[in-house]
Nanobody, 118 residues
Framework: QVQVVESGGGLVQPGGSLRLSCAVSGGIFSLFSLYSMGWYRQAPGKERESVANITGDSITNYSDSVKGRFTISRDNAKKTVTLQMNSLKPEDTAVYYC?????????WGQGTQVTVSS
């Protein structure tokens, strides 16, 4: 059974930092290192969007809105994906999710809430 657990969200002031973690297990993730992984976010009233993704051998790609501020990384041995978020802005407020890249519908976790506000 596939499990995706995101953590690390919270309330932070503009300009602050947060580090999100995603731990996966089960099903397809027995071959975790073969899968590209991504972080996605959904703000209130908006569609879910891709934020960053990383291939099995750690080639990364970022949306223009976060490039230069966010860093995605992975540990294939631990089956984890991390998103380091710096210089946070109010418009980064959203629920953040981890999934394969491209995303698989049945793999969405509960997400972790990030709120950027003074």
């Amino acid at each position: 059974q596939v499990q995706v657990v995101e953590s690390g969200g919270g309330l932070v002031q503009p300009g602050g930092s947060l580090r999100l973690s995603c731990a996966v297990s089960g099903g397809i993730f027995s071959l975790f290192s073969l899968y590209s992984m991504g972080w996605y976010r959904q703000a209130p009233g908006k569609e879910r969007e891709s934020v960053a993704n990383i291939t099995g051998d750690s080639i990364t790609n970022y949306s223009d809105s976060v490039k230069g501020r966010f860093t995605i990384s992975r540990d294939n041995a631990k089956k984890t994906v991390t998103l380091q978020m710096n210089s946070l802005k109010p418009e980064d407020t959203a629920v953040y999710y981890c999934n394969t890249s491209p995303a698989v519908i049945g793999i969405w976790g509960q997400g972790t809430q990030v709120t950027v506000s003074s």
